[in-house]
Nanobody, 126 residues
Framework: QVQLVESGGGLVQAGGSLRLSCAASGRTFSDYAMGWFRQAPGKEREFVAAINWSGLSTAYADSVKGRFTISRDNAKNTVYLQMNSLNLADTAFYYC???????????????????WGQGTQVTVSS
């Protein structure tokens, strides 16, 4: 089975940057589509960003487009989420996910993902 471990969360001032990492176990990471989701207190889990199996296609939520960048390093079995120009609305618990399908697409739907990490907290202060 696949295990995902997020890291890089923490407290950051509004306007600042933070880089999240998600390390995956297994030998077939290059076939996975990877996604990032987040959930704030009292709200539903929402899509943030995704990247397809090859890394050539990405998708972003409108709320983060232009500020966040998702990337992957298959040699390290790791996906990243670079977050710039952070604001208070970005405060949430962030989850990494993996779609264990052959040449998987970058999907915005949680139902497409087979594995989930434990998450990491991101808090943006004013």
């Amino acid at each position: 089975q696949v295990q995902l471990v997020e890291s890089g969360g923490g407290l950051v001032q509004a306007g600042g940057s933070l880089r999240l990492s998600c390390a995956a176990s297994g030998r077939t990471f290059s076939d996975y589509a990877m996604g990032w989701f987040r959930q704030a207190p009292g709200k539903e889990r929402e899509f943030v960003a995704a990247i397809n199996w090859s890394g050539l296609s990405t998708a972003y939520a409108d709320s983060v487009k232009g500020r966040f960048t998702i990337s992957r390093d298959n040699a390290k079995n790791t996906v990243y989420l670079q977050m710039n120009s952070l604001n208070l609305a970005d405060t949430a618990f962030y989850y990494c996910s993996a779609d264990h399908s052959i040449k998987a697409r970058a999907s915005v739907s949680p139902r497409e993902y087979d594995y989930w990490g434990q998450g990491t907290q991101v808090t943006v202060s004013s």
